[in-house]
């Protein structure tokens, strides 16, 4: 089966990509319009985009909202992980702010959290819903060319999300468990062999 992503970043969409489609599920990019996020969650921004995308296209829609949640800074940048250093600013202004924020903070208060959540809106209303968290530490400075986003400054087990190989964030991250989680949802659901689901209907 073949749903499309609800995304506008490229990045992200590739590690959509790279993720389900050893699962089996294809995915191909949702042309939708941009839809303000002004959920207060992960889960509520996710639906508006899934929800929007579906409308667009008429079409299965998978969305993920994403964003690094940090222990000393009250939870964020959270939901504002995209907007964190205003609405056009590049990966680079918003690592070099969410540091200089940190700047005093010690390293054993530098825990974090990645969080991504996953939902699919179907043209019938029914939605299907999961998240994954990975929990780590924000690094002094960026280390690490791969990847994208915070990337560079997300460490978990000794290395940064942008010095681990695809395989090894893939194995490890928030969007990783939380779309194992989404395809196992599907699998149970029936949706994938092509029988209906009950409920969660919206
Ligand atoms: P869409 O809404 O179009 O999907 P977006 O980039 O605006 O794209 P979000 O609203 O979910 O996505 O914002 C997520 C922010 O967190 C964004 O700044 C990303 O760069 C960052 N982010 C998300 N997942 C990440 C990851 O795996 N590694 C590093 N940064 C990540």
Do not use: W
């Amino acid at each position: 089966m073949t749903f499309a992503m609800a995304t506008h970043n490229a990045h992200k969409l590739e590690e959509l990509a790279r993720i389900l489609r050893p699962l089996g599920v294809q995915v191909t990019p949702a042309e939708y319009r941009e839809v303000e996020e002004t959920g207060g969650t992960f889960a509520e921004n996710a639906r508006l985009k899934a929800q929007a995308a579906c409308r667009d296209t008429g079409l299965p829609c998978v969305a993920d909202d994403s964003g690094l949640m940090v222990d000393a800074l009250g939870g964020a940048p959270g939901v504002y992980s995209a907007r964190y250093a205003g609405e056009h600013a590049t990966d680079a202004q918003r690592i070099e702010k969410l540091l200089r924020e940190m700047e005093t903070v010690p390293e054993e208060k530098r825990t974090a959290r990645f969080v991504s959540a996953i939902c699919c809106a179907f043209p019938d209303g029914r939605t299907l819903e999961t998240e994954g968290v990975c929990e780590g530490s924000v690094a002094r400075a960026p280390s690490g060319a791969g990847g994208f986003g915070y990337d560079p400054v997300f460490c978990v087990g000794g290395k940064t999300y942008a010095e681990m190989s695809a395989e090894e964030k893939d194995a490890v991250s928030h969007r990783g468990k939380a779309l194992r989680a989404f395809a196992a949802l599907l699998q149970e659901s029936g949706v994938l062999n092509g029988e209906g689901k009950e409920g969660d209907a919206c």
